[in-house]
């Protein structure tokens, strides 16, 4: 049975080998940066996620963002954190999207404000991800709020979740992307993978619970664009894992988009061989203009069309 009626639910469902992307919102109220956006990577995703003031940056809302897209014929992934909202405002948000006709969400905790442009501001974490993914399944299989109260028209949308392989200790990872399945996750993105020996030994992990066969694994694919990139990531961010092979080729090549985009496709390869794996999730930061290139390249082009 069809949960959203979208096409990235239709195609997980057929078993096609999926792809998904990123739209970024733009920092202003200017609708037409998403909506070029959206016409230039039109036919190279199955659905794009919409960020939600990433890395804790005022942007265009998610909501208003994902609408833009739709209208350029994109299927959206709206991002919805729980650093900004509280459960009503999570609640109210999903039903406006929902009647919107979002089709898919994703829950996610947040970067911390106090990375941002806005370090003083107040967080909120009313609820944790897992949570938020138990009241938005509960109001779609059960037509309920949180509180009890009946939903005349509950929203149809499938949900996603995100999963770090890379989290020490790798166990406790493992078993909290199995709370994510058991609390309502459809869909899940992993961070992005540069340490594949790490993780082959999480999905191994992953596959030995059979998680698996519960859910759609996504796995995530960040080209680099310049050596610099990639020391910033293996140093400065969080939960993120750059082996120093992928250091040392970026910072000897002579051309550093070139030998990104080798890399990227390496990774892609990979992956496709991977038994579980159910497709990729490209997070192209500010290099959006790679993905037409990446995903012809990789041979994942054209994509599927689900049966309606």
């Keep these: 049975m069809s949960l959203s009626g979208g096409n990235l639910e239709r ?18 109220a200017d609708g037409s940066a ?19 003031n990433q890395t804790a940056i005022v942007r265009m809302s998610s909501l208003a963002a994902s609408l833009f897209c739709m209208q350029e014929g994109v299927e959206p992934i ?10 009503l405002a999570m609640q109210s948000e999903i039903l406006g999207a929902a ?11 947040g970067d911390h404000q106090k990375f941002g442009n806005q370090p003083e501001s107040r967080n909120v974490f009313d609820l944790d991800s897992t949570q ?21 028209a509950p929203p149809a949308v499938f949900l996603g979740a995100a999963a770090n392989p890379f989290a020490d200790p790798l166990e406790m990872g493992v078993i909290r992307l199995d709370k994510k399945v058991s609390a309502g996750a459809d869909f899940i993105q992993t961070q992005a993978i540069f340490d594949m020996d790490r993780f082959h030994d999480w999905f191994d992990a992953v596959r030995d619970r059979g998680i698996h066969n519960r859910v759609r694994i996504l796995a995530g ?15 400065r961010v969080p939960g993120m894992s750059v082996p120093d092979e992928i250091l040392r080729r970026m910072e000897g090549a002579s051309d550093e988009k070139a030998e990104g985009m080798r890399i990227c496709l390496e990774a892609i390869d ?27 390249r990789a041979g994942l082009l054209p994509r599927p069309q689900a049966l309606r």
């Design 11 to 28: 195609l997980l469902e057929a078993g096609e080998f999926v792809v998904t992307s990123e739209i970024g919102p733009p920092k202003s």
């Design 34 to 52: 998403v909506r070029e956006k959206a016409r230039m990577l039109k036919g190279y995703a199955d659905a794009f996620n919409v960020t939600d």
């Design 78 to 87: 709206m991002q919805m954190t729980c650093r900004d909202r509280n459960r």
């Design 99 to 109: 009647a919107l006709g979002v089709k898919n969400l994703l829950c996610i905790t």
């Design 132 to 152: 938020q993914l138990m009241v938005f399944r509960r109001m779609r299989d059960e037509g309920e709020m949180w509180c009890g109260d009946r939903i005349k």
């Design 221 to 235: 694919i960040l080209p680099l664009r310049s050596a610099k990139a990639a020391r910033f990531m293996a140093e």
């Design 270 to 296: 990979e992956i496709r061989g991977m038994e579980g794996i159910a497709g990729i999730h490209l997070m192209p930061v500010n290099w959006e203009s790679a993905v037409p290139e990446i995903v012809e």
